[in-house]
C-alpha cells in the first residue's frame, strides 16, 4: 500500500500484460488498473497496492519501494559466496521480490524468495497475469503473514520484509514486540528487516512502530519523506533493524537523493522522534474463570 507515485518512463510491453478490470477475490476484490504512461497498477480492495511494466521487472514507479530497493543494495550487497534468502510477509503483485530477481540475476546472484500472501485468489491471478520468477527465485505460499513468519527456521532468512495491510492500515499483530522477536530470530547473522508504513493509517501510530523497532534490534532506523516528517502530507515510511551495524553515511547519501528523497532518522533522532511513544505488545493471553 502505498500514498503517492514516482512516475517513470514506459518500459517494454508483451502479450502477458494484467486483464484491465475488477475481480473477486479471497478477501474481497482487486482491480487491475493502467496507468498513462503505460504501466499497470493492481488495488486491492480499493487500495493501490503494486505497480508493474510488463517487461520491465526491474521498474519500481512507488517510491517507497525504491526506498526499499536501495536500501536492500546497501546493507546486503550483491554477493557470488551463496543465495540472498528472502522473506516477503505481503504480496500484492511482487513487485519488489520481480525487482530483486531480475537485478540480482544479473549481478551474478542468486535468490530464494518466499511471499506470504493472505489472499490466494489474489496469488493465482498476478502467477497467471504477471511475469514473476518461478520456484526457487520466487515461491508464493498462502496464509497469515505472522503464521508464515513462525514457519520459518531460526537464522534462515538474510531478509525480511513486511508489506502488511487490511485495507489501508497495517495489522496490529505484525507491529508488536513479539512479531519482531520473530523477524529477529528467522533473520541469520547480518540479516536485514525492512518494513512499510504510513503515518496517516497506522492504527497504533507510526511513532510507537518506531519505539517498538528500537526495543527489538539494536541498530534500527528509519526513511521518511521530509514533508511527512515535518507534519505538511502523509505518506510512506520505510522502516530499517539489524542486529548488525547500518551504513549510515551510505544509506542517508543515496536516500536523500534520489527522485523522491527520503530523509534517514537514526541514532538520537530516531530517538528523540519516537520519544514518548509505546513499545506495542500482544494482548495477554485471557484468564480462564473457575
Known amino acids: 500500500m502505498r500514498e503517492r507515485r514516482v512516475g517513470r518512463p514506459a518500459g517494454p510491453r508483451d502479450s502477458s500484460a494484467p486483464v484491465e478490470g475488477t475481480f473477486a477475490t479471497s478477501t474481497g476484490q482487486a482491480a487491475w488498473v493502467p496507468e498513462h504512461d503505460g504501466s499497470w497498477t493492481l488495488y486491492v480492495n480499493g487500495v493501490p497496492s503494486s505497480p508493474v511494466r510488463v517487461g520491465d521487472p526491474a521498474a519500481l514507479d512507488f517510491e517507497y519501494l525504491q526506498w526499499m530497493a536501495d536500501v536492500i543494495r ?78 520459518r527456521r531460526d537464522a534462515s532468512a538474510d531478509l525480511v520484509v513486511r508489506d502488511v495491510f487490511s485495507g489501508d492500515s497495517t495489522p496490529r499483530h505484525v507491529s508488536t514486540r513479539e512479531f519482531l522477536a520473530e523477524v529477529d530470530r528467522v533473520l541469520a547473522h547480518g540479516g536485514l528487516y525492512v518494513a512499510n508504513a504510513v503515518d496517516r493509517t497506522s492504527p497504533v501510530g ?31 515510511a520505510v522502516l530499517l533493524g539489524s542486529r548488525s551495524p547500518l551504513p549510515v553515511a551510505a544509506l542517508t547519501r543515496v536516500l536523500g537523493a534520489g527522485a523522491a528523497p527520503a530523509r534517514l532518522l537514526h541514532g538520537e533522532a530516531l530517538e528523540a522522534y519516537a520519544a514518548g511513544a509505546p513499545v506495542l505488545a500482544d494482548p495477554l493471553p485471557a484468564v480462564p474463570t473457575t
Open 74 to 151: 546497501l546493507v546486503l550487497p550483491p554477493t557470488a559466496e551463496g543465495p540472498l534468502r528472502a522473506v516477503h510477509l505481503g504480496g500484492g503483485a511482487c513487485a519488489l521480490p520481480r525487482h530483486l530477481a531480475t537485478v540480482r540475476r544479473a549481478e551474478g546472484q542468486q535468490l530464494r524468495q518466499v511471499v506470504v500472501e493472505l489472499d490466494a485468489e489474489l496469488a493465482t491471478r498476478v502467477r497467471e497475469w504477471v511475469d514473476l520468477p518461478r520456484s526457487p527465485e520466487l515461491r508464493i505460499q498462502t496464509g497469515d503473514a505472522r503464521g508464515g513468519l513462525a514457519a
Open 206 to 236: 507510526l511513532k510507537a512502530e518506531v519505539a517498538t523497532l528500537r526495543a527489538v534490534f539494536g541498530h534500527a532506523a528509519a526513511a521518511i519523506e521530509p514533508g511527512v516528517l515535518r507534519g505538511r502530507r502523509h505518506g510512506n
